[in-house]
């Protein structure tokens, strides 16, 4: 079911009209700028050009966050459906034709940003757009259950009890508090500090891995494989603790690192023949010699 369908659902009651608008959150904030923060130390001197001269001050961490804030303007309601993909229960794996008509889905929307983010006939605010699009459904499709099922919103009409007293639903416990758990395991830990610790701990064999299949389809069909386990492994009292999130932790930190480590890879691809908008400044003419400056034998 398309999610497109939702119009018919709105006399229902708001209570749903809120948890549609949920599903089309992204992970947390934090989620998002781990990956930013992992993706801005993997960039080539090109591509950091380019995220300049389209990003200006803004890091990707903070990029990554602007698709988000945007939901309330109505200006962008084309853009909801672009922060998910959903493949039916019984699939395992995602059909674009089916799936993703018309590329209005997280994976279309990565492989269209990313062209329009470095398309030189574009208005720079367009590309500028893009780019930061392309950042957060990134970022967005690695969360597992942004790769689920229309039928529960994504899982944001499971709900579940945490760490005995947290109310949430099975896509925020993925979205947020799994992550916030982990932040917070450290006394004075933020999302910095849990980036540089998944970075320093990034097993090689694996990075080359993520790094070689930059096709947003198989990022979506690795979530929804995750996506099917969680459904498979979440109690029946829909109550989950520290042994739940221990078991699940690595899951949460390879996708984040994954994530973070193929925003930067599909930057650099995306960007590697930019030319600097701004041509340095031409070098007044000098008289070579005066330039030479090395000791003088004694
Ligand atoms: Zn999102």
Same mark, same amino acid.
């Given at each position: 079911?398309?999610?497109?369908? +939702? ?62 804030? +945007? ?19 019984? $699939? ?27 398309? #030189?006939?574009?208005?720079? $605010? ?72 998944? $970075? ?11 790094? #070689? ?86």
């Amino acid at each position: 079911m398309r999610r497109r369908t +939702i119009s018919s659902w709105i006399p229902l009651a708001g209570l749903i009209a809120i948890t549609v608008g949920s599903h089309a959150s992204a992970w947390g904030q934090e989620g998002h700028q781990i990956i930013g923060v992992i993706a801005m130390t993997r960039l080539t001197p090109q591509t950091r050009v380019a995220i300049i001269e389209l990003l200006g001050n803004d890091d990707l961490a903070t990029a990554g966050l602007w698709a988000d804030q +945007i939901r309330g303007d109505s200006k962008y309601d084309w853009a909801k459906p672009l922060h998910y993909v959903n493949a039916p229960r019984n $699939e395992n794996t995602i059909v674009l034709e089916r799936d993703c008509a018309k590329g209005e889905c997280a994976v279309g929307a990565i492989t269209r940003f990313l062209a329009e983010a470095s398309d #030189s006939t574009k208005s720079i $605010e367009e590309r500028r757009d893009a780019l930061k699009f392309a950042i957060h459904f990134i970022g967005d499709l690695h969360q597992p259950l942004h790769a689920g099922y229309a039928d529960d919103l994504g899982g944001n009409r499971i709900p579940v009890i945490a760490f005995g007293d947290i109310k949430t639903n099975l896509h925020a416990l993925w979205d947020t508090v799994l992550i916030r758990h982990k932040i917070h395991s450290k006394p004075g830990g933020d999302w910095r500090t849990l980036a540089n610790a998944l $970075e320093s701990e990034m097993p090689p064999k694996e990075v080359a891995q993520w790094e #070689s299949n930059l096709d947003p389809l198989v990022w979506g069909n690795e979530s929804l494989a995750v996506t099917r386990l969680i459904y498979n492994d979440l109690p029946a009292d829909a109550k989950v603790g520290e042994a739940y999130y221990q078991s699940n932790l690595p899951t949460i930190s390879r996708r984040l690192a994954a994530g973070g480590v193929r925003l930067a890879a599909a930057l650099n691809k995306t960007f590697a023949n930019h030319q600097p908008a701004v041509k340095p400044a031409v070098k007044p003419a000098v008289n070579k010699e005066n330039l030479d400056v090395s000791p003088v034998s004694p």
